[in-house]
């Protein structure tokens, strides 16, 4: 197994400009995250999908849409970037029990 | 709401002292409480957790106890090496409704071990 997945692994974009991250497990997990990592901010959830056919926003979800294409997949869109979206991009999944599963992240740098 | 404190960074030991990262929470309700920790370049890795009141989670020599009375899940070892240099995180997730189990982090603590 793979795990959690996620691509690309390094992004650089210029301002306006849009880009989908892909996330994909799989160990049949029902839900699965988004998150953000900035430096002395901790990990912050932008969205998230409970089960295949739901989304829901988190703290940060402006500048952010995300589409949960069936079970496995999970992506997230920037339609316009902007500076402040420069970060590292998690993904996870998890059951319906506590704990979750992250991929590698994709670090994102917009100029 | 949901929050996570956790000491910050970073902190250096000499390989064999005795480590102790401190986190607490607030939360409404019993919450589950977490450990990842992140190696450079990687992604975060679960390691270790407690779902109720006076659960010891334990891995890999670490260990941590979840104090509802002090409202704390301090992470302990006894002897760290080099190999444990990372970024650890505090979490703590809710009980589900039907959001999953989204997850409160701390700001996360830089731990480096010198030989």
């Known amino acids: 197994n793979a795990g959690v997945t996620q691509t690309p692994k390094f992004q650089v974009l210029k301002t306006g400009q849009s880009m989908t991250l892909q996330c994909a497990q799989d160990?049949?997990?029902?839900?699965m995250y988004w998150y953000r990592q900035d430096p002395g901010m901790g990990l912050r959830l932008i969205y998230y999908?409970?089960?295949?056919?739901?989304?829901d926003k988190g703290e940060v979800p402006n500048g952010y849409n995300v589409s949960r294409l069936n079970k496995r997949e999970f992506s997230l869109r920037l339609e316009s970037a902007a500076p402040s979206q420069t970060s590292v991009y998690f993904c996870?999944?998890?059951?319906?029990?506590?704990?979750?599963?992250f991929g590698p992240g994709t670090r994102l740098t917009v100029l | 709401g949901n929050s996570v404190t956790q000491m910050e960074g970073p902190v250096t030991l000499s390989e064999e002292a005795f480590l102790t990262i401190n986190c607490t929470y607030t939360?409404?309700?019993?919450?589950?409480l977490f450990w990842y920790v992140q190696y450079p370049g990687e992604g975060l890795q679960l390691l270790l957790k407690?779902?109720?009141?006076?659960d010891k989670g334990s891995n890999k020599g670490f260990e941590a106890t979840y104090r509802k009375e002090t409202t704390s899940f301090h992470l302990e070892k006894g002897s760290v090496q080099v190999s444990d240099s990372a970024v650890y995180f505090c979490?703590?997730?809710?009980?589900?409704?039907?959001?999953?189990?989204?997850?409160?982090f701390g700001k996360g603590t830089s731990l480096l071990v010198t030989p």
């Open positions: 996870a999944s998890s059951v319906q029990i506590p704990g979750q599963f």
């Open positions: 160990m049949n997990h029902n839900s």
């Open positions: 999908s409970a089960s295949e056919g739901t989304t």
């Open positions: 939360a409404t309700g019993y919450p589950s």
């Open positions: 407690a779902t109720k009141a006076d």
């Open positions: 979490a703590l997730s809710d009980r589900p409704s039907n959001s999953g189990y989204a997850l409160n």
